[in-house]
């Protein structure tokens, strides 16, 4: 068998001017799935240091849970799974990250959410290469949602929920830590279970 004369990818060659055997890439070419033609979807920036407020994909309730579900694995062990900032690298002596319920940070564009997660914060390193773009905007789109659940009014809530919510205000208490999971009753003697099985709403409804 003859051996083809042949180009090695990467090698070098006699047969170009520049003694490379692969061509350099015509200027302005862009990879596959590359053309990145939205700036504001990959960076969360209107002009230079300024964060958009808007969530250039639609809202539903997909992304949200996509977002809840990178938001646990890729924040929480510093920020919490509550945004508080009390995660457990934390609590094991990390610098402690301000809590995503503060007037400042509810009211940041959403785009900045966007911008920290794309390029870090201060002691806060980026998280660009193990999050893509779109993640980014649902965990962002998630911030949203966890800062809701702390700092809604009643008003916020439709009528029909209002009602069962004065109805239930017991049921946003957490239940007492002795619950058990059926109705055992518990042993003569403890004085584990004092509090009454008062409970209308199934448990995990408003937190967990
Ligand atoms: C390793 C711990 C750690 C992880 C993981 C982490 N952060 Fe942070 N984050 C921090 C710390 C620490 C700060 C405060 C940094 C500072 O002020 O120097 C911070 C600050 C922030 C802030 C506040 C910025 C401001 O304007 O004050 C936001 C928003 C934020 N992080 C979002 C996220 C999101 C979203 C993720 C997940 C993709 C994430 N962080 C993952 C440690 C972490």
């Known amino acids: 068998m003859h051996d083809q004369p042949r180009l090695k990818p990467l090698r070098r060659s006699d047969f170009f001017a520049d003694g490379r055997a692969s061509r350099p890439l015509v200027p302005g070419t862009v990879a596959r799935g590359q053309l990145r033609e939205d700036p504001y979807f990959y960076s969360g920036m209107v002009g230079k240091g300024q ?4 969530l250039p994909l639609p809202v539903t309730e997909k992304l949200l849970q996509r977002g809840r579900q990178r938001f646990e694995v890729y924040c929480t062990p510093c920020h919490s799974r509550v945004g508080d900032g009390n995660g457990m690298i934390v609590q094991r002596g990390y610098r402690h990250p301000p809590s995503f319920h503060t007037d400042e940070l509810r009211s940041a564009p959403i785009g900045h959410f966007f911008d920290v ?3 870090g914060f201060g002691a806060m390193p980026d998280y660009a290469q193990q999050v893509a773009p779109e993640d980014r905007w649902a965990i962002a789109a998630y911030i949203r949602v966890l800062q809701f659940s702390q700092h ?5 809530f439709p009528a029909e ?16 830590p002795e619950t058990t999971m059926g109705e055992r009753p518990s042993a ?21």
């Open 117 to 119: 997660i794309t390029n």
């Open 161 to 176: 929920a209002r009602a069962g919510l004065a109805q239930n205000a017991n049921a946003l208490r957490p239940p007492p």
């Open 152 to 156: 809604a009014a009643l008003a916020d």
């Open 188 to 208: 003569p003697g403890t004085a584990g279970d004092q509090q009454p099985h008062t409970r209308t709403q199934p448990r995990g409804g408003a937190k967990q």
């Open 51 to 54: 964060p958009g407020n808007t």
